[in-house]
């Protein structure tokens, strides 16, 4: 493998944001390695498909290698969630995945 989960945030929200449900959001850091030849939707995929409990979104943030994690912009983000749209995570029950889609946001060079 050429990557790794090195952080897992629960971005949730809930009632103390003035919503009825909590709403499961997931961020995942990934540090890849220099000789990574994974595509990134690929990883991101991945991820999801291991994720085993029921949410609204994820959010997967890619960081290259010399890449401060969380201290400077992400090489790379793609969003899993309702219509691509990580603001859309309200739209759907969480385990409802019939309008997921996934979103490429920024990658880097």
């Known amino acids: 493998m050429t990557w790794t989960i090195v952080h897992k945030d629960d971005l949730g929200m809930g009632a103390e944001m003035g919503y009825p449900e909590k709403i499961a959001r997931l961020g995942y850091h990934i540090k890849l390695e220099p000789n990574n030849e994974t595509p990134l939707l690929?990883?991101?995929?991945?991820?999801?498909?291991?994720?085993?409990?029921?949410?609204?979104?994820?959010?997967?943030?890619?960081?290259?290698?010399?890449?401060?994690?969380?201290?400077?912009?992400?090489?790379?983000?793609?969003?899993?969630?309702?219509?691509?749209?990580?603001?859309?995570?309200?739209?759907?029950?969480?385990?409802?995945y019939t309008n997921h889609e996934y979103n490429i946001l920024w990658e880097g060079k």
């Not at 943030?61 to 309702?82: C, H, L, M, N, T």
């Not at 309200?90 to 409802?96: E, F, H, V």
């Open 42 to 96: 690929e990883i991101a995929k991945e991820i999801v498909e291991e994720t085993k409990t029921p949410v609204n979104a994820i959010t997967v943030f890619f960081w290259k290698e010399g890449q401060k994690v969380g201290r400077e912009v992400a090489y790379a983000s793609i969003d899993w969630a309702p219509f691509g749209k990580w603001e859309s995570a309200d739209t759907a029950n969480a385990g409802d």
